[in-house]
C-alpha cells in the first residue's frame, strides 16, 4: 500500500486564498456580467468525477458555466489517454482554440487528465500548443486554484504534471452534472497492469476512501433528491484491499444497500479475476443493487488474456458467469473486448466470437487496440494489419448487434419500473435494470420520476415502449 494522503478541508482552506485573488483577476477581465468558464471532459466516469470537483472549485471563483468555448473566459479540458483516437481528438479541440485566444487573449485555457499525465503529450503541447495556459496532472487537482494563479503570473505555458501518487481528496467543493444521477468515487488508481493499459500510468496505484466518508456521501445524495447512484472506480472490486478498516467492496455494496431511500446502487468498474462468488450473494441479496453487471473480459482466447495479464481463464470467466445467473437469474452483462491485440490470430479471435455467443452480452464496447507509449504490449510484434483488425471488429459488432435483437426481442410485452433520465430526440429515454435504453413518449416534465414501463417493439438498438404509470417525484 502506498502512504495515503487524505487531503481534506485543512488543503481546501488553504487554496481559499488563491480562489480569491481569482476572483478579483476575473472579475476586471471577463467578457460577460458574470465570468463564465467551459469544462469539457473526455473518457471515463472518474474524469467526469474530477471535472465535477474542478467545477465546484471555479464556482467558488465566481464562475458560470457554458457549453460554448467562444463565449469562455476560461476554458478547460480534461482530457483521458485510454486510446489514441482519444488523444488525437483532444489534441483536435485544442488546435480549435487557438482563434478564440487570439481574438480574446485574456482567455485561460487549461488542459488537465490522464493525456497530459504522459510526459511526451505534455512535451507536444508545450512545443505546439503554447497558447494553452496551463497543464496539470491527476494528481494534483486538488492544488488547481493554485495552479490558476500560478499560470497566471506566468507569461509561458505553466505545466505542473508530478508522478506523485497516493492522494485522496475529501471535502472539497463539487458541482454536479445530474441532479438525480451522482458519480460517487470510492477508489482510486490501478494496481493491475494488464499490458495494453496506459491506466496505471497515468492514475497511479491503487487507493480506497474511508467507508464512512462513502456511505455518508450517498445518504446525503440520497437525502437531496438523487435516485441513480453510481460507485466509481478503475477496478471497484480491489475496494479496501489492504486497509486496517477490513471493509471489502460487497461489505461496502451490503452497507449502502441498507441506506434508507428509493434509489438505484450501481458501479463500475469491475476485473473478473477479483469478482467473487460473495459479491455476486450480496447483489442477490440487495434490494437496490441494478442488475446489470459490466465485466470486461477483453477476449476469448487464454493464450492472449495471458499476454494480456489479466490473470483469468476462459473457463474461470465463464464460471463467473454461470454463477452469478445462477444466483440472480435476470443479471445482464455487458462487456469491454480489444480486438487485434499484438500477436492475436484468427483463432484467437474466433475464441471471443464464441466466448460472445457463449455468454450472450446485452451489449458490447470494442476497440482496436491501440499501442500506448511505455506500455510492454507496445514493443510486442504485431504482424496483424489494420484493416484485417477493422475486419475483425465488424465481424464481432455483427454478431452483437444478432445477440442484442434476440434478446431485445423477448422483452416485448414485459414490464418495467424505470427511471426517465433525459430528453432526446423528441422521446424520453430510460433505462431498463439490464442497461438497455428504452424510448417513451411523454412530457419533459417526467424526467427524474419513476414509471412503468411497457416495452412494445425492439429494433436492433433501439427499445421502444409506453408508460403506463407514473409516480410522483
Ligand atoms: N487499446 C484499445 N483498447 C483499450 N482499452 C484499454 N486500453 C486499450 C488499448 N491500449 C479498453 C479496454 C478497457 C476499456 C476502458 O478500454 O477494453 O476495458
Ligand atoms: Fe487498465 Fe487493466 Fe487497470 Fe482496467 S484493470 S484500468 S484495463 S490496467
Excluded at 495552479?147 to 507569461?155: A, F, G, H, M, T
Excluded at 446502487?265 to 476485473?271: A, G, N
Excluded at 514493443?379 to 484493416?387: G, H
Aim: charged content about 25%; aromatic content about 10%; some cysteine.
Amino acid at each position: 500500500m502506498p502512504d495515503i494522503k487524505q487531503i481534506t478541508a485543512k488543503e481546501w482552506a488553504e487554496q481559499r486564498v488563491f480562489v480569491d485573488k481569482i476572483r478579483t483577476y476575473f472579475s476586471m477581465h471577463k467578457r460577460n456580467n458574470t465570468p463564465l468558464a467551459c469544462v469539457r471532459t473526455f473518457g471515463c466516469q472518474q474524469n467526469v468525477s474530477d471535472s465535477e470537483r474542478i467545477k465546484g472549485m471555479l464556482s467558488e471563483m465566481g464562475f458560470g458555466f457554458t457549453e460554448s468555448p467562444d463565449d469562455a473566459d476560461f476554458i478547460l479540458f480534461n482530457t483521458c489517454a485510454v486510446r489514441e483516437h482519444a488523444v488525437d481528438r483532444v489534441f483536435g479541440n485544442v488546435g480549435a482554440l487557438k482563434a478564440i485566444k487570439t481574438r480574446y487573449p485574456d482567455t485561460l485555457i487549461a488542459v488537465c487528465g490522464c493525456m497530459v499525465q504522459q510526459k511526451h503529450v505534455a512535451k507536444r503541447l508545450k512545443e505546439h500548443f503554447p497558447f494553452v495556459g496551463l497543464v496539470f496532472g491527476t494528481h494534483v487537482v486538488h492544488q488547481f486554484p493554485e495552479l490558476v494563479w500560478q499560470s497566471l503570473q506566468s507569461r509561458s505555458q505553466h505545466t505542473v504534471t508530478p508522478d506523485m501518487d497516493g492522494v485522496i481528496v475529501e471535502d472539497f467543493p463539487v458541482v454536479r452534472d445530474g441532479t438525480f444521477k451522482a458519480f460517487v468515487p470510492i477508489m482510486y488508481g490501478c494496481n493491475n497492469f494488464c499490458t495494453y493499459c496506459i491506466v496505471p500510468h497515468v492514475r497511479g496505484r491503487e487507493r480506497s476512501r474511508d467507508p464512512e466518508r462513502i456511505l455518508r456521501e450517498i445518504g446525503d445524495l440520497v437525502q437531496a433528491g438523487y435516485k441513480d447512484i453510481t460507485l466509481v472506480g478503475q477496478n471497484v472490486n480491489s475496494y479496501g484491499k489492504g486497509e486496517a478498516h477490513g471493509i471489502d467492496f460487497p461489505e461496502l455494496l451490503r452497507r449502502a444497500d441498507e441506506i434508507e431511500g428509493d434509489f438505484l446502487l450501481r458501479f463500475m468498474t469491475s476485473h473478473p479475476k477479483d469478482a467473487t462468488k460473495r459479491l455476486f450473494d450480496t447483489i442477490a441479496q440487495s434490494r437496490k443493487i441494478s442488475h446489470h453487471f459490466h465485466l470486461p473480459v477483453q477476449s476469448g482466447s487464454d493464450r492472449i488474456l495471458k499476454e494480456m495479464n489479466r490473470r483469468y481463464t476462459r473457463e474461470q470467466y465463464l464460471s463467473l458467469v454461470s454463477y452469478a445467473r445462477q444466483v440472480i437469474p435476470d443479471i445482464s452483462f455487458t462487456s469491454d473486448i480489444i480486438v487485434g491485440f499484438p500477436g492475436e490470430t484468427r483463432e484467437d479471435f474466433e475464441e471471443t466470437l464464441s466466448l460472445v455467443k457463449e455468454v450472450g452480452f446485452t451489449s458490447l464496447f470494442t476497440f482496436i487496440y491501440s499501442p500506448r507509449v511505455g506500455t510492454p504490449a507496445a514493443s510486442m510484434p504485431d504482424p496483424v494489419d489494420k484493416a484485417e483488425k477493422t475486419a475483425w471488429l465488424q465481424e464481432l459488432t455483427a454478431l452483437q448487434q444478432e445477440i442484442s435483437g434476440e434478446r431485445l426481442s423477448k422483452l416485448i410485452g414485459t414490464t418495467h419500473r424505470v427511471l426517465i433520465e433525459r430528453e432526446a430526440e423528441g422521446y424520453l429515454e430510460a433505462r431498463l435494470s439490464e442497461n438497455s435504453v428504452v424510448r417513451v413518449e411523454g412530457q419533459p416534465e417526467l424526467i427524474g420520476s419513476y414509471a412503468e414501463v411497457e416495452i412494445t417493439a425492439a429494433r436492433s438498438w433501439i427499445i421502444e415502449g409506453k408508460i403506463h404509470s407514473v409516480e410522483p417525484k
